[in-house]
């Protein structure tokens, strides 16, 4: 997909961008055939050869494929079952997160590549500048400068910036639950809204349950707290398996959960209502309180935003934590929490004492950028490029890499998680991608027990170039010396 | 003392404050004679009734003191040495840190109280806009959006903003040691970088000794790390008692310190060059590692910007934490860390856990403005008048509270410490002025040991008004309603 910020001489991209859009809003599915050539040069006013040149633009980063005799089609992700990756089945034992010295270098390794200059970014889970509405959110930061600039130095209050959180709360339709501003608090990212999830609801020695893999970051600060982990079996499709967790809520064996029901990092699962439903009433029942990391949850590939577990949440055993880091503002590490009434004022306590409070201006930015309607509108056109070049990277996965490696399928998001044949070690090739000046994320940091030593995560929110082409056939040499 | 943007309307105040920086450059000390009202008129240019309203404003806010028949005197902050704080003995038994169920309310109603409209925020350590540089920030935002805004919405990368990081390099030889900017690790706040080292350093259980009192944020984030703590006992002139600190490290009873030799939150003690000399020494020899919390530092009421525990530290045993909270801007939540070369990426690890990155923009804006050469231009103008305002407030403190009152002498940053007579309950005082709308903070939070029970916290950096001295007389009048 081509840059945000289209030049004019690239008139095919923009095409080629609408295409994605209007077939987006039309609800087509994958696998349902796209209006054609000439019907779209009609319908946007462009010539014909404009649009052959965005169709074929479409076609090489796996968007659409044609048909012959027939014209052109939504592609669906992966044609083939039995090369998608199955649930996982990890041990059923609470493990005591230990500090270890290769996890340690293999996790400063991946922190350490992050962001270095030169490298092709394949392990941050961070979108491409290309993909941020940078000119949208500076001139929200200049309006904001020049209308209250006093306001944006000094700290702001608990729970957090008003404006931010009448515009976050306002956005409750969408995620299917009434939110009251005042039961909203801004943190540093979603990462401090879990943290301090955490602080309130364990102590050390608990045991929490958490979806297996789960995302890195929630590993490292389990180890960080002393508490335990208890791997739930997690389905790439419909995400943790509720028996499992029933299971443990009831024989209270573990102080609280972590799920990320809409996309779990890093397979990009999305759980069933149904199942919400079902793990809402579960923590009601047993009064086990469930931390709902819902972060990539606008960044769906489908029609409709999913609803959060939140919403079906009658007792207020759910705490939900989001931010604005994955969809348009990684730098202004704003995240938000609605930690429910029975939580709320030991959160604002750690909260102070944590980072006294949310950064200020970033705060008034964001709130001033949501406050204009610009947020919807750059979510409907930076998702469907998120899911072309998920469906790009796939492709180019499947085509370089050997032959029984193994893909997720997200259904939200901006990862795919990859199993290689079980005899390649991730870590060594993360080893040989970074001298490679290519970074990934190798699979063992997905999990306490050391489980995916042979998986690896890599992030499709790059924009299509030929240093990227060349960096995926490298990793899939890599990766076939490695067998 | 006025705005920091004052109007022309207002000579008479610049004249003031121009008076006090002139003080401060030519070395007085208090107790010391200022130029005469002619002398002052005639090198500013200024009439002489100008200088008459300036002195009248100097004496009312007790920066100043007339002497009959001799002339203008910079006033020493208190005569009495009998009303002075002692040195604290706190028992010498770690303090396994509890939620315990009325420290979290009083907590709570502090935290609560900070930035709640309408009320004298007294209890908030934190400096009112009108000693914030807002313009110059301002400006220093505009510029960085305007020439670089992609770099701003992105995440930073490890370990910081790099021209950051060179600007706070540059300030090494103001803090008397020598910094390398890739040593350094910028963070959100310095409570981020305190958070930091305690993960790297400690384990639940182990043991921390900290000052006695300490920063009640400190204490609690003891307690949510499942820590347990060791209170040394704290001369409210010269700092943790070396002594005391020795005996421990020789018997490894403790996994690290936490130390604030610059200016302690909430008696300003001053720890005297030999004793950092000392403690970076035992530090060293026993390898224990201390934490130093600087963040007061660039504050000093005296002449010269006191050195760092961190100049001393030849072994790389000494963490230096600091912050630009205090001084400019509290609601950027920019703070930074120099870890040593022995805790550096595992500093980075777990920041990169806790927070992925410090905010972007926030970062570039304060390099900004400090290359401009703006900051220590800020210093120095800010400096007295804080330094003016704390001597006010004691003044007016000793003026309205119990007899037996006694207060701290601070000598750098902007906070009161005040031991009232023992029978007074400061969390009750905390209560009844909170229902007058003036927030305080209550002496226990400040010990894990819940000492302090009839001290309490008040902060000067608020300009003067009659709102401001009314508050004061209504803490006047409640403490000896209590007696």
């Not at 990862?415 to 991608?433: D, G, S």
Request: charge should be positive; hydrophobic fraction near 40%.
């Amino acid at each position: 997909m081509s840059s945000a910020q289209t030049p004019q001489s690239h008139l095919y991209l923009e095409v080629a961008e609408k295409v994605l859009r209007l077939a987006v809003r039309s609800r087509l599915m994958p696998g349902d055939r796209i209006p054609s050539i000439r019907e779209i040069s009609a319908e946007m006013k462009v010539s014909v050869s404009t649009v052959v040149r965005a169709f074929a633009h479409l076609e090489q980063t796996g968007a659409i494929e044609a048909r012959p005799q027939s014209g052109y089609y939504l592609k669906p992700a992966h044609q083939e079952s039995q090369s998608q990756i199955r649930c996982t089945q990890p041990s059923p034992a609470p493990i005591l997160l230990k500090p270890n010295a290769s996890d340690a270098e293999v996790y400063a390794s991946v922190v350490q590549a992050i962001g270095r200059p030169g490298f092709v970014p394949l392990g941050a889970a961070v979108l491409h500048q290309d993909y941020l509405p940078i000119k949208g959110l500076s001139r929200a930061v200049m309006k904001v400068i020049r209308q209250q600039h006093p306001k944006a130095m000094g700290y702001d209050s608990l729970p957090g910036y008003p404006a931010l959180r009448t515009a976050i709360a306002a956005r409750g339709g969408q995620l299917g639950t009434a939110i009251d501003p005042d039961g909203i608090v801004t943190t540093v990212g979603a990462m401090e809204a879990i943290h301090l999830a955490l602080l309130v609801l364990t102590r050390p020695g608990d045991v929490v349950a958490i979806e297996s893999p789960t995302y890195h970051g929630i590993v490292h600060l389990l180890r960080d707290l002393g508490l335990r982990a208890i791997e739930l079996p997690t389905d790439p499709k419909t995400g943790a398996d509720i028996g499992t967790l029933e299971g443990l809520m009831k024989k209270k064996r573990i102080a609280c959960c972590i799920l990320t029901p809409n996309f779990n990092n890093p397979m990009g699962s999305l759980m069933p209502d149904e199942n919400k439903e079902k793990i809402a009433a579960l923590a009601g029942r047993h009064e086990i309180p469930v931390i709902e990391d819902d972060i990539y949850g606008d960044l769906q590939h489908g029609i409709r935003r999913p609803t959060v577990l939140k919403s079906f949440d009658r007792k207020n055993w759910v705490l939900l934590c989001s931010s604005f880091s994955k969809a348009i503002a990684p730098g202004y590490r704003v995240g938000w929490m609605v930690p429910g009434p029975r939580f709320q004022s030991q959160v604002e306590q750690s909260k102070f004492t944590l980072s006294i409070a949310t950064p200020t201006l970033p705060q008034m930015a964001i709130a001033e950028y949501l406050h204009s309607g610009a947020y919807d509108r750059w979510l409907r056109k930076v998702r469907v490029q998120l899911m072309s070049r998920v469906n790009w990277m796939a492709q180019a996965v499947r085509a370089s890499f050997p032959a029984d490696t193994r893909l997720s399928v997200p259904q939200g998001g901006f990862v795919l998680w990859i199993e290689l044949p079980p005899k390649i070690r991730a870590t060594e090739l993360h080893r040989q991608a970074l001298s490679n000046r290519i970074s990934i994320v190798p699979g063992t940091l997905f999990s306490p027990s050391r489980r995916y030593a042979h998986f690896i995560r890599l992030s499709a929110a790059l924009p299509h170039s030929h240093e990227l082409e060349r960096a995926i056939a490298t990793l899939g040499r890599l990766a076939h010396e490695l067998l």
